[in-house]
């Protein structure tokens, strides 16, 4: 048998995601013995470099196989032009959003297995006291691109969660679900997990069925399973 693929596209919020803020441990919980949730996320990137290699990342997998996609993205992409490698101007981002949707769709994920996220809100003050001079990621830029996501998803008839305002929602101490001003705190994971529940619940887990029987319905000295 092949298990089922939950697929997780992002940068440090998902690549990180096993540790400090856990969001994608709450989801593998969720999922357990259902399919395997896959993180491919990578720190640092931009929607330029996450477009580039999109085809070596679906390449490992068949698509029958795959149950759900998530995509996180544009947190690099918004910082400041200093940034150089980093920064992708609007436009060329909602191109590249459009454009790894219609791959994955063309690669063949329905559009209501696929979940686009809006990138998270910066805490500006914190982050430029941990990076100090170099710190070129600012809230105020970001907004822009995480509004472009949503755009993008509505157009493209997929799913998606609007974490920046669900961020904004949780008010004057947003800064407690950023450990650090820019990567999610454990409260920031437990946040985007219980923002992206219900869509998983309803569009992804119910297709999906508990693999092999439970150890209850055994028979002694059973030696195969149908």
Same mark, same amino acid.
């Given at each position: 048998?092949?298990?089922?693929?939950?697929?997780?596209?992002? #940068?440090?919020?998902?690549? *990180?995601?096993?540790?400090? @803020?856990?969001?994608?441990?709450?989801?593998?919980?969720?999922?357990?013995?259902?399919? #395997?949730?896959?993180?491919?996320? *990578?720190?640092?990137?931009?929607?330029?470099?996450?477009?580039?290699?999109?085809?070596?990342? *679906?390449?490992?997998?068949?698509?029958?196989?795959?149950?759900?996609?998530?995509?996180?993205?544009? @947190?690099? #992409?918004?910082?400041?032009?200093?940034?150089?490698?980093?920064?992708?101007?609007?436009?060329?981002?909602? #191109?590249?959003?459009?454009?790894?949707?219609?791959?994955?769709?063309?690669?063949?994920?329905?559009?209501?297995?696929?979940?686009?996220?809006?990138?998270?809100?910066?805490?500006?003050?914190?982050?430029?006291?941990?990076?100090?001079?170099?710190?070129?990621?600012?809230?105020?830029?970001?907004?822009?691109?995480?509004?472009?996501?949503?755009?993008?998803?509505?157009?493209?008839?997929?799913?998606?969660?609007?974490?920046?305002?669900?961020?904004?929602?949780?008010?004057?101490?947003?800064?407690?679900?950023?450990?650090?001003?820019?990567?999610?705190?454990?409260?920031?994971?437990?946040?985007?997990?219980?923002?992206?529940?219900?869509?998983?619940?309803?569009?992804?887990?119910?297709?999906?069925?508990?693999?092999?029987?439970?150890?209850?319905?055994?028979?002694?000295?059973?030696?195969?399973?149908?």
């Amino acid at each position: 048998m092949t298990w089922k693929k939950l697929i997780l596209i992002g #940068d440090s919020n998902t690549q *990180f995601a096993h540790g400090r @803020s856990g969001w994608v441990n709450s989801i593998s919980d969720l999922f357990q013995r259902r399919c #395997d949730v896959i993180n491919r996320g *990578f720190s640092g990137y931009n929607t330029d470099q996450i477009r580039l290699i999109l085809p070596k990342i *679906f390449s490992e997998f068949k698509t029958e196989s795959v149950c759900g996609v998530i995509i996180m993205l544009g @947190s690099n #992409d918004s910082t400041d032009q200093q940034a150089q490698i980093q920064h992708v101007n609007l436009e060329k981002f909602s #191109d590249n959003i459009s454009f790894i949707i219609d791959y994955i769709i063309n690669w063949g994920v329905p559009k209501n297995k696929i979940i686009l996220v809006s990138p998270a809100k910066i805490f500006d003050e914190k982050w430029q006291q941990v990076k100090g001079p170099n710190a070129f990621h600012f809230d105020h830029l970001v907004k822009n691109y995480a509004h472009e996501v949503i755009k993008i998803a509505k157009n493209k008839s997929v799913m998606y969660f609007d974490f920046r305002q669900a961020m904004e929602d949780y008010g004057s101490e947003y800064h407690d679900l950023l450990h650090d001003g820019l990567h999610l705190s454990k409260e920031g994971g437990n946040l985007l997990f219980k923002g992206l529940l219900p869509i998983l619940e309803k569009n992804i887990l119910s297709d999906l069925q508990i693999n092999f029987p439970d150890w209850k319905n055994f028979s002694l000295n059973q030696q195969e399973i149908v």
